[in-house]
């Protein structure tokens, strides 16, 4: 059991999914990784889920936002951890960047921030307050990786480089992945490589015995997406 009451500057320290279905989600990821939930209301009358290993909170299942338009597909958000999330704002657009919401203070839990890279991908600024980030980590059913899939992967490099000082590695050296270090590197911070098309994002849950998994995964209704396990659970939001 990998327990956590804290992260340092740089490292993946939560994550969370928006859904048009939060009762699909929950069901879905409860038959996945064993979540038990904790339902909240949200401001518009609508409501959340937290999500908990035994006692550890390790995600949060939330509504989409109410806008107008076409519903989008469930998507996941993955957050780094900041000591400052306004200073992290501001160094976002000078390494080339652009800050997409916030900085925004979510009563004394903590203060949230989006940036995008350079080429795209948004990610999520985590300033703790009264919650550090999750619970567990890399265990089964808690965040265990996170990668940008783009096009630029040494923009992105640089960008995140720039944001929280990550020691880089290249894998295979000279290859196409680039593995990030936070905390001197002593944990991992994710990691990007280049894709063949538009698409970016990724993140992964861990989970053994990937056989049995996957036919879980298949009574649910996720469809396979690629060799790392990835799966698309009914609702489109890939784990």
């Known amino acids: 059991m990998v327990q956590r009451s804290g992260y340092s500057l740089g490292e993946l320290c939560w994550a969370d999914v928006q859904t048009p279905d939060v009762a699909a989600a929950k069901a879905f990821y409860a038959a996945v990784f064993g979540w038990r939930y904790e339902d909240l209301p949200t401001p518009d009358g609508r409501s959340y889920a937290k999500a908990f290993l035994d006692d550890d909170l390790v995600?949060?299942?939330?509504?989409?936002?109410?806008?107008?338009?076409?519903?989008?597909?469930?998507?996941?958000?993955?957050?780094?951890?900041?000591?400052?999330?306004?200073?992290?704002?501001?160094e976002?657009?000078?390494?080339?960047?652009?800050?997409?919401?916030?900085?925004?203070?979510?009563?004394?839990?903590?203060?949230?921030?989006?940036?995008?890279?350079?080429?795209?991908?948004?990610?999520?600024?985590?300033?703790?307050?009264?919650?550090?980030?999750?619970?567990?980590?890399?265990?089964?059913?808690?965040?265990?990786w996170a990668e940008l899939i783009t096009p630029e992967p040494q923009a992105a490099v640089g960008f995140f480089q720039q944001l929280f000082g990550h020691e880089v590695t290249?894998?295979?050296?000279?290859?196409?992945?680039?593995?990030?270090?936070?905390?001197?590197?002593?944990?991992?911070?994710?990691?990007?490589?280049?894709?063949?098309?538009?698409?970016?994002?990724?993140?992964?849950?861990?989970?053994?015995?990937?056989?049995?998994?996957?036919?879980?995964?298949?009574?649910?209704g996720s469809g396979a997406v690629g060799r790392f396990r990835r799966r698309r659970s009914a609702r489109g939001a890939g784990v």
């Open 170 to 220: 290249e894998y295979p050296p000279g290859r196409r992945w680039n593995l990030h270090h936070a905390d001197g590197g002593r944990r991992g911070g994710g990691g990007h490589r280049p894709c063949s098309g538009g698409g970016r994002g990724g993140r992964r849950r861990r989970q053994p015995r990937l056989a049995g998994l996957l036919r879980r995964l298949q009574r649910q």
């Open 92 to 144: 976002a657009e000078h390494a080339g960047g652009s800050v997409q919401f916030g900085p925004e203070a979510i009563g004394d839990t903590g203060t949230m921030v989006f940036v995008e890279p350079p080429d795209g991908g948004a990610t999520g600024i985590w300033q703790a307050g009264t919650h550090p980030g999750s619970g567990r980590h890399n265990e089964p059913g808690a965040f265990a």
């Open 59 to 90: 995600a949060t299942v939330a509504p989409q936002p109410q806008q107008g338009g076409a519903q989008r597909p469930a998507q996941w958000n993955v957050y780094f951890a900041a000591v400052d999330a306004r200073a992290a704002a501001e």
